[in-house]
Nanobody, 115 residues
Framework: QVQLVESGGGLVQPGGSLRLSCAAS????????MAWYRQAPGNQRELVAR???????NYSDSVKGRFTLSRDNAKNTVYLQMNSLKPEDTAVYYC?????????WGQGTQVTVSS
């Protein structure tokens, strides 16, 4: 069982920045595929960014060039640096892990971009 704990959400003005963190349990973290998803009210959950165990990343078109996903295997943590935030980035952000064909989710952290 993998537990995920997110932090770093909050209220920010358009154009601002936030960094989300997700700490994972387990001794095999370096083998996890990690990702961030988000879900805005009335919308389906969508992939924001993903990092494979080898470190390769991919991003949704809507955040490419503004968000950066990284992982620190020594700390069992992934970070989502979000810059140039827009009101349409407002959503609950969920941390996700995949390991040995099983999916794990965090409880989510709210990000609100508003003036």
């Amino acid at each position: 069982q993998v537990q995920l704990v997110e932090s770093g959400g909050g209220l920010v003005q358009p154009g601002g920045s936030l960094r989300l963190s997700c700490a994972a349990s387990g001794s095999m973290f370096s083998y996890y595929t990690m990702a961030w998803y988000r879900q805005a009210p009335g919308n389906q959950r969508e992939l924001v960014a993903r990092v494979a165990s080898g470190g390769s990343t991919n991003y949704s078109d809507s955040v490419k060039g503004r968000f950066t996903l990284s992982r620190d295997n020594a700390k069992n943590t992934v970070y989502l640096q979000m810059n140039s935030l827009k009101p349409e980035d407002t959503a609950v952000y969920y941390c996700y892990a995949n390991f040995v064909t099983r999916d794990y989710w965090g409880q989510g952290t709210q990000v609100t971009v508003s003036s």
